[in-house]
């Protein structure tokens, strides 16, 4: 008897354990009571009847990604091509979502394809590759108001590739290389227009700069030729000035000396002696000197 009863003391432990249950958070609980829907539990520590109370589904409240695969769809220029997208939702309401529709994701992935290919229809090949942008907003917006009644906020559609059929690509990719060589054309001639330009410039700069250099050598040049005549000419003159000094000074030593009319005389004949020695032809005598000319002309036939 003390067994049974320990027994049932663990079983009732046991059931009282399980009634207790703890959230975590981005999580909620939908707890069912016989059967219907009996409340949301959300993130902490809640208690449930045994027996008539059971959770019957967890809901991740966390923003989920749905990666579906390629669907075919036509464009309004009769053009197949293959489509994937990339879905981006969150929960927002638990008791929709688990009782709103049976297999939530499956339907949006048949309501992402029949409205992909609504908005591809309207479209033209070359709208539908340029496009990416417009069809995804299009998009988000449609299957948010279809999701709403289950609970669920579609945050972000993305197109994650778009495969056109084979043809088509080989066309593309031929144009795309064109276009490539073009623009690797105009790169290179743009290239050698500059290469040219700043050789030009570089003569230009160079033909300016030798013209300076020789502007500044002529004018250094000339200045200094002016500095050499300048120099000569004061040297000339400073020559000039020391004879003229040097008569002067031998005049006032004659005068200083108390010379007589008759030495001023001779020192005059030496001077024109001088100047006979010259290239001149004719010497214009004073006539003082005339005068004694003819006295040593007569003191001279005497001594003969």
């Known amino acids: 008897m003390p067994f049974a009863i320990t027994g049932l003391i663990i079983v009732l432990f046991f059931i009282l354990v399980s009634c ?7 999580k909620a609980y939908i707890v069912e009571r016989l059967g219907a829907y009996q409340d949301t539990w959300g993130v902490g520590l809640h208690f449930k009847l045994p027996i008539i109370d059971r959770v ?3 809901v991740n409240l966390k923003e989920q990604v749905a990666d579906f695969p390629p669907q075919p769809v036509i464009t309004k220029d009769n053009v197949t091509m293959r489509i994937d997208t990339v879905i981006f939702y969150q929960i927002t309401d638990p008791k929709l979502f688990a009782y709103g529709v049976e297999n ?3 339907a949006i992935e048949n309501l992402t394809a029949t409205t992909l290919r609504n908005i591809i229809g309207d479209l033209e090949l070359d709208q539908t590759l340029t496009s990416r942008e417009t069809i995804n907003t299009k998009m988000r917006a449609e299957l948010d108001r ?15 590739n778009i495969i056109p059929p084979a043809e088509i690509q080989n066309a ?7 276009e490539r060589e073009r623009r690797e054309a105009v790169t290179r001639a743009e290239g050698e227009k500059k290469a040219k330009i ?16 020789d502007k500044q050598s002529a004018i250094l040049r000339a200045e200094a030729e002016r500095e050499k005549m300048i120099r000569e000419a004061e040297g000339e003159a400073e020559a000039i000035l020391k004879v003229q000094q040097a008569n002067a000074d031998g005049i006032r030593m004659l005068k200083d000396a108390g010379a007589d009319e008759a030495v001023l005389k ?6 024109f002696a001088k100047v006979a020695d010259g290239q ?5 005598l004073p006539a003082e000197l005339q005068g004694i000319a003819s006295i040593g002309a007569a003191f001279k036939e005497a001594a003969k």
């Open 280 to 284: 001149a032809t004719t010497i214009l």
């Open 104 to 106: 939530p994701m499956m």
């Open 56 to 58: 019957a589904r967890q």
């Open 20 to 26: 207790i249950k703890i959230v975590p958070q981005a």
């Open 172 to 178: 593309m990719e031929r144009q795309m290389k064109a």
């Open 146 to 160: 279809a999701t709403d009644p289950w609970g669920i906020k579609v945050n972000r559609v993305e197109l994650k």
């Open 198 to 213: 700043l050789e030009a410039e570089g003569a230009k700069e160079s033909a300016i700069l030798r013209a300076e250099a």
């Open 266 to 271: 001779i020192k005059s004949l030496e001077a």
